[in-house]
């Protein structure tokens, strides 16, 4: 759950309170005749109260794990309550001691929190950046202004009361006063947080830059107008329309009137997960109506146009009605209308191709599917057909079908390329009493499947699937499962979709009954001839189908991975163990043999079996079901940056809780194994700073802190390019809150190899101390240390001693864990001048700055840290 911060709490309880008390007012000086305002809009203000008020409502109530919708949620009730003071002053003003409670409501200023939350916002979107102190900053001069100015008004509202002279100095700082402070303030702050978020966007990644472009584009649409206007007013008009009141009412709100689609639209920009191009809906949508309008005209403005004449004409005969010049009219308009109607549905048709292509073509080849698969006679052709032409139709990241093994009571993939299902399973017992396709959305809180084990709940997320089709037999009970992932658009399954998958799953249920008979009449058959007695060795599709779900055999001595029913190591001959891995990762990577083991996983390199090259795949912290979906986003999110100094994130795959990162094979080794042989000189750690500063300069960029740089995660290709690695675990700016930062388990030295890996319990040779934080003790900065948020100058720390251990040749921090953390915490970082003399002259400065206990005194980015590498290399070269 969220922790939230005080006005975050309180604000938005004293909006509503006063949005009602407005609203009631509002109807109460409109009802009393002499309690009306005639300059007073009564109709304007309800509606802009009601709209912007209910958006705010429902953004609370619904987005109360998300900050965003809190924040976007707090701006608009805040915003409404503006509605609410004139109504509330007309209705108390006369009679104060009748209407007390109205008076202190109305002295409830917390329109002065906009600037708080439109900051508060404009920093959380699209995602939190790396660096939040200047958000911070603003986010607290706007807490701190709002709350003087709420204090300054009901202190004002008090004093008013017990006529105190010191009210009329206060009352400059009300909402109304011809002095403006109130507003000046609020306006002010408010389109600053505007100006930044085009700034803010521009270093967005993926979908969250197409996110953050198309809320700009609304508030263009929805503020433009009246922006423009009140520059043309401030800019010399003033005088011109303060003579006119009328136009000046008039133009205010046709300048508004676009404002009241806003809480609609920006609610759909920012907390939809994927987001289309308005300008390019609204084209299209206009084109579609026209387009089948014309249709429908011509079937009925020949019909209309004949019953007019026939109806003007009525009192004439028919055969004079019927004759002369307008029967060939009468008969072409007969015949327009005829053909328009007899061909309306092919002209509709065509249409939806034109406007509608893909969904068009998927709603057809889905139909066409539901026929096909009546030609079908086993699983493995409904498998192979039922994913293909479903990918064909809806572009799927992935197509699975699980069907029914009678012998072992399993859903099995017939293409092998998924993990099995138990049939007794609870959720193949959800499945099975789903009257219709089930979502999967194990982030939301309120999926029913959060309900199910845990052992389900990781099935589910190492599938993959958003949407799970069941498919029943007459009976009822569970056949199979259609899996189907996200589409590749990021666009959710239509209704449409779900009608025609349930089609294709009635139909598939068929072919699957028919085969489950049979299976049984054979599995008797063969019993019977056998006398009962079941063969010694699996079959070699019972060989295969173990493959997925076992665990692999692993060598201790010398790393190969091995088959599941394998007892001995082919290339030593020593006895296998069980591994952290299978053997196969259904229909993706071939597990080949361990490469090391740290302390954050283990590393094995894999052949990918669809694209034939082989990748490092490593082994992560198990973790929960919901936690494997977060981190596949990060792993996508860091997967869209690219740089030469980075280790490329092809995709993360999850097996059985345990996330499996696949990088980049670096068959160079790493920095570590190369300073347990040597040290660098001067030139090389200088030069592989640099590498490494543009690499953190790219992935701040994307709002992505690595938060463990340190020699074991940055290796070297084969001809010797460094590249920074295991960034697809790092925490994407925004994946948590601020206050639920994520935590770790971590231990002093996580860099050595050991010869021999211990799967169960922690090395008893090297008693650790357990500590709180997000990366390895000796790369910690002395903010994260201490517990502070992590932000890109923690990472800048740890390349900095990184780069002093590889001049001085070992660690920088030496001694017991309890010791070296308080040093860290301290700041204190051995003295260059006194460790490494002979580099002091032309590296003593560097260090002193990059290390300095002041996180003022660092450098400020990674492009500032690379930059002064660079003044260095320049002075080794002089």
């Given at each position: 759950m969220l922790k939230l911060s005080l006005p975050m709490r309180l604000v938005p309880p004293l909006a509503a309170v006063k949005l009602t008390l407005g609203l009631v007012a509002t109807w109460a000086t409109y009802a009393r005749f002499a309690g009306r305002d005639p300059a007073f809009a009564y109709g304007n203000y309800v509606l802009f109260a009601v709209v912007f008020g209910a958006t705010g409502a429902l953004l609370l109530l619904g987005g109360r794990e998300d900050r965003r919708a809190l924040a976007l949620g707090g701006f608009f009730l805040a915003i409404a309550t503006s509605w609410s003071d004139r109504p509330l002053h007309n209705l108390w003003q006369g009679d104060p001691a009748s209407y007390g409670l109205l008076a202190l409501v109305d002295a409830l200023e917390v329109t002065a929190f906009v600037p708080y939350f439109i900051w508060v916002f404009v920093r959380e979107l699209p995602s939190p950046p790396p660096d939040r102190r200047p958000y911070q900053v603003m986010i607290r001069l706007c807490a701190a202004g709002g709350l003087?100015?709420?204090?300054?008004?009901?202190?004002?509202?008090?004093?008013?009361?017990?006529?105190?002279?010191?009210?009329?100095?206060?009352?400059?700082?009300?909402?109304?006063?011809?002095?403006?402070?109130?507003?000046?303030?609020?306006?002010?702050?408010?389109?600053?947080?505007?100006?930044?978020?085009?700034?803010?966007?521009?270093?967005?990644?993926?979908?969250?830059?197409?996110?953050?472009?198309?809320?700009?584009?609304?508030?263009?649409?929805?503020?433009?107008?009246?922006?423009?206007?009140?520059?043309?007013?401030?800019?010399?008009?003033?005088?011109?329309?303060?003579?006119?009141?009328?136009?000046?009412?008039?133009?205010?709100?046709?300048?508004?009137?676009?404002?009241?689609?806003?809480?609609?639209?920006?609610?759909?920009?920012?907390?939809?997960?994927?987001?289309?191009?308005?300008?390019l809906i609204a084209r299209r949508a206009l084109q579609y109506v026209l387009a089948r309008s014309a249709v429908t005209a011509l079937v009925a403005v020949p019909t209309v146009a004949l019953a007019l004449?026939?109806?003007?004409?009525?009192?004439?005969?028919?055969?004079?009605?019927?004759?002369?010049?307008?029967?060939?009219?009468?008969?072409a308009a007969v015949l327009v209308g005829a053909a328009a109607l007899r061909y309306r549905k092919p002209l509709l048709d065509a249409i939806d191709r034109r406007y509608f292509r893909e969904q068009y073509d998927a709603r057809h080849i889905l139909g066409l599917l539901v026929e096909r698969i009546r030609s079908i006679r086993d699983s493995a052709s409904l498998a192979d057909l039922v994913s293909r032409e479903i990918d064909l139709?809806?572009?799927?990241?992935?197509?699975?079908?699980?069907?029914?093994?009678?012998?072992?009571?399993?859903?099995?993939?017939?293409?092998?390329?998924?993990?099995?299902?138990?049939?007794?399973?609870?959720?193949?017992?959800?499945?099975?009493?789903?009257?219709?396709?089930?979502?999967?959305?194990?982030?939301?809180?309120?999926?029913?499947?959060?309900?199910?084990?845990?052992?389900?709940?990781?099935?589910?997320?190492d599938s993959g699937f958003r949407l799970l089709v069941p498919i029943l037999s007459r009976?009822?009970?569970?056949?199979?499962?259609?899996?189907?992932?996200?589409?590749?658009?990021?666009?959710?399954?239509?209704?449409?979709?779900?009608?025609?998958?349930?089609?294709?799953?009635?139909?598939?249920?068929?072919?699957?009954?028919?085969?489950?008979?049979?299976?049984?009449?054979?599995?008797?058959?063969?019993?019977?001839?056998?006398?009962?007695?079941?063969?010694?060795?699996?079959?070699?599709?019972?060989?295969?189908?173990?493959?997925?779900?076992?665990?692999?055999?692993?060598?201790?001595?010398?790393?190969?991975?091995?088959a599941p029913y394998t007892v001995f190591c082919s290339n030593c001959s020593k006895k296998l163990e069980a591994s952290l891995v299978p053997y196969v990762l259904p229909g993706k990577f071939r597990f080949e043999r361990r490469l090391g083991v740290g302390g954050m996983g283990v590393v094995y390199c894999g052949f990918d079996l669809a694209l034939g090259r082989r990748a490092a795949i490593k082994t992560l912290r198990h973790v929960s079901p919901e936690d494997v979906l977060r981190l596949l986003k990060e792993a996508r999110t860091a997967a869209l940056v690219s740089h030469p100094h980075l280790a490329p994130v092809y995709s993360m795959e999850t097996w059985q809780g345990t996330p499996l990162l696949i990088m980049e094979l670096l068959e160079g080794g790493t920095l570590a194994q190369r300073l347990l042989r040597e040290k660098l000189s001067?030139?090389?750690?200088?030069?592989?700073?640099?590498?490494?500063?543009?690499?953190?300069?790219?992935?701040?960029?994307?709002?992505?802190?690595?938060?463990?740089?340190?020699?074991?995660?940055?290796?070297?290709?084969?001809?010797?390019?460094?590249k920074l690695m295991d960034f697809g675990i790092a925490r994407v700016g925004g994946g948590l809150d601020e206050e639920?930062?994520?935590?770790?388990?971590?231990?002093?030295?996580?860099?050595?190899?050991?010869?021999?890996?211990?799967?169960?319990?922690?090395?008893?040779?090297?008693?650790?101390?357990?500590?709180?934080?997000?990366?390895t003790l000796s790369y910690l900065s002395p903010e994260a240390a201490r517990g502070e948020q992590a932000d890109h100058a923690s990472d800048l720390w740890g390349?900095?001693?990184?780069?002093?251990?590889?001049?001085?040749?070992?660690?920088?921090?030496?001694?017991?864990?309890?010791?070296?953390?308080?040093?860290?915490?301290?700041?204190?970082?051995?003295?260059?001048?006194?460790?490494?003399?002979?580099?002091?002259?032309?590296?003593?400065?560097?260090?002193?700055?990059?290390?300095?206990?002041s996180p003022f005194r660092r450098p400020a980015s990674a492009e500032e840290m690379r930059q002064r590498l660079e003044e260095v290399r320049g002075r080794l070269e002089a």
């Open positions: 003087a100015l709420f204090a300054i008004n009901l202190l004002a509202y008090v004093l008013q009361l017990l006529g105190a002279p010191q009210a009329r100095a206060l009352a400059v700082f009300a909402p109304e006063a011809r002095q403006e402070i109130f507003y000046s303030f609020v306006d002010l702050l408010t389109a600053a947080a505007l100006l930044v978020l085009p700034w803010k966007a521009r270093q967005a990644q993926g979908p969250e830059k197409r996110r953050a472009r198309v809320f700009q584009q609304l508030l263009a649409l929805m503020f433009g107008p009246g922006f423009g206007f009140l520059v043309i007013y401030l800019l010399g008009a003033k005088p011109f329309f303060d003579a006119r009141p009328h136009l000046l009412y008039w133009i205010s709100i046709a300048g508004l009137a676009p404002a009241l689609a806003l809480p609609v639209a920006v609610p759909y920009a920012v907390l939809v997960h994927r987001v289309l191009d308005v300008r004449y026939v109806a003007a004409h009525r009192e004439t005969s028919v055969a004079t009605l019927f004759s002369g010049p307008r029967v060939p009219l009468l008969i139709a809806l572009h799927l990241e992935r197509t699975a079908l699980l069907a029914l093994d009678p012998r072992s009571g399993i859903l099995i993939d017939p293409r092998n390329r998924m993990r099995r299902l138990d049939w007794s399973s609870s959720l193949a017992l959800t499945l099975s009493n789903a009257s219709a396709p089930l979502e999967v959305d194990l982030e939301s809180p309120h999926s029913p499947l959060l309900k199910l084990p845990e052992r389900d709940r990781r099935w589910l997320a009976d009822g009970s569970l056949l199979g499962v259609l899996g189907l992932g996200e589409k590749k658009s990021g666009l959710p399954f239509l209704k449409e979709d779900r009608q025609l998958l349930h089609a294709i799953a009635s139909s598939a249920a068929w072919v699957l009954e028919l085969e489950v008979e049979q299976s049984l009449v054979t599995s008797q058959s063969t019993q019977s001839t056998q006398g009962g007695m079941e063969p010694d060795d699996p079959t070699p599709r019972e060989l295969l189908l173990s493959l997925p779900t076992e665990a692999a055999k692993e060598c201790l001595k010398c790393g190969t991975i091995h001067p030139r090389e750690a200088v030069d592989l700073g640099i590498a490494m500063a543009g690499a953190l300069a790219q992935l701040h960029a994307a709002r992505i802190l690595h938060r463990d740089v340190k020699p074991s995660n940055i290796g070297y290709t084969r001809n010797g390019v460094p639920d930062d994520e935590i770790f388990e971590g231990e002093e030295d996580d860099t050595a190899v050991e010869s021999l890996p211990s799967w169960s319990q922690d090395d008893e040779s090297r008693p650790t101390v357990r500590f709180r934080f997000a990366g390349l900095a001693i990184v780069l002093y251990e590889c001049l001085l040749g070992r660690k920088v921090f030496t001694g017991p864990q309890q010791q070296v953390l308080a040093r860290i915490r301290s700041g204190l970082v051995p003295d260059f001048s006194q460790v490494l003399p002979e580099h002091d002259g032309v590296l003593g400065d560097f260090f002193r700055v990059a290390l300095h206990r």
